[in-house]
């Protein structure tokens, strides 16, 4: 019901805004410009779903491999111990937690391209336990809060838009990220935790979360010893390595345990293409909506209001700059990477804006359109708490990402 609420609002609000600026001044343009954005974020939704798909067919079928050779259910059984308590739902040894570890793992990388399809065919596994087909589960809704925090520990697109936009230290951000993402995804696991009633103090959880803390530590001793350049193209050609290395050992295990691999990749890489086909109608509802938002001028009037008041109180305003990123991010992932890139571009990438605006965009994930993909992939309509609490986890992490901005930076 969120999600219908917010769909109307948009238009709503669009509208609203446009008749106030008609009969003020007279001019049309807004409403012609929303209905340019009708067609043009209608068209833009169609074309993400249509890149989606060879990039969804190739891991799927990649996918189809680690089942067909036990390799998914290998990795479930190392796992559960470790991760399971987070989904207690989920049967000892189901190869949905394979694939849960897998696309952590891809996030964790920065490795978008990975993560979204590991994470649709976790949705797909999750979904045959469901009991009730149209209502999220307790286990979905942990996966996509996870998911939805954008834990990443090497953020490396954005380093390498700095790069491009000719910044002196591309990986000067990378630490307030890194504590911001951190935020957003602890508040997460524990709004989720506690309204599931998850006993966080659990021994196996325990040593998951000091992993994790071990891992964090480790890319932080590195990013301080090695020079930025070279912490920044380390990080890329890490992840890089590690996403091949993945792809071998899937067709090392198959060719080892006698599956024909090229059948068993084209018959999963044919589901790609029904799951990138279901999720056009939820992708075309969200940015139809926030494009007409934006194409209104509501947004900008939102933003000179905000910063007349911040003002008028003798706050500073400088951070209001990134505000278009932090709106966009829980909404649009391309939006977001558009207005950052924007804010390097006129007003330096080694600004403050510069570099707030790149924390915000590594701080937390695309929320709603996390959400709509990974439910709409396999038809879930109700979708309980998972909205409400993945944007607060957002909000902790947008506030994270200002507050350290200025810290490292102001």
Request: hydrophobic letters at 55%; a positive charge.
């Amino acid at each position: 019901m969120f999600l219908s609420w917010l769909f109307a609002g948009f238009f709503f609000v669009a509208i609203a805004f446009a008749l106030y600026t008609l009969l003020t001044t007279g001019s049309v343009a807004p409403f012609e410009a929303m209905a340019s954005a009708l067609f043009s974020s209608a068209t833009n939704a169609f074309e993400i779903a249509l890149a989606l798909t060879g990039v969804l067919a190739f891991w799927l079928g990649i996918m189809k491999i680690g089942r067909d050779s036990g390799l998914l259910e290998r990795l479930a059984r190392r796992v559960a111990p470790y991760v399971g308590p987070l989904f207690p739902s989920i049967p000892a040894n189901h190869p949905a937690m394979g694939s849960i570890l897998m696309n952590f793992s891809a996030n964790l990388l920065g490795l978008d391209n990975a993560a979204t399809p590991l994470g649709l065919q976790t949705m797909s596994q999750l979904q045959q336990l469901n009991p009730d087909k149209k209502r999220a589960s307790d286990a979905m809704i942990m996966f996509l809060a996870i998911n939805a925090s954008g834990l990443t520990l090497i953020p490396t697109s954005i380093m390498a838009y700095r790069m491009q936009a000719g910044s002196a230290n591309p990986a000067d951000v990378f630490l307030p990220i890194l504590l911001s993402t951190t935020v957003s995804t602890v508040v997460a696991v524990l709004l989720v935790a506690l309204k599931q009633r998850i006993r966080l103090s659990q021994p196996r959880l325990l040593v998951l979360f000091l992993s994790v803390a071990f891992v964090l530590a480790a890319t932080l001793v590195a990013w301080w010893i090695l020079p930025a350049e070279a912490f920044s193209r380390g990080a890329s050609a890490t992840a890089s390595l590690l996403l091949m290395l993945l792809v071998g050992g899937f067709l090392f295990s198959g060719l080892r345990h006698h599956v024909n691999v090229y059948t068993s990749f084209v018959q999963g890489a044919k589901q790609g293409f029904a799951v990138a086909v279901r999720t056009i109608p939820y992708l075309i509802a969200l940015l139809v909506g926030v494009g007409v938002l934006r194409a209104s001028g509501a947004l900008e009037l939102f933003m000179e209001a905000l910063r007349s008041l911040f003002s008028g109180i003798g706050i500073d305003t400088e951070w209001i700059e990134a505000l278009p990123t932090m709106l966009m991010k829980p909404i649009s992932g391309s939006g977001a990477r558009a207005m950052m890139v924007d804010v390097l571009q006129n007003y330096g990438a080694d600004s403050f804006v510069g570099r707030l605006s790149s924390c915000v965009q590594g701080a937390t994930d695309t929320t709603l359109y996390v959400v709509s993909l990974y439910f709409g992939s396999v038809g879930i309509t109700r979708f309980r708490y998972t909205v409400a609490y993945s944007l607060i986890a957002d909000l902790a992490g947008m506030a994270a990402a200002v507050l350290f901005a200025y810290l490292f930076f102001g």
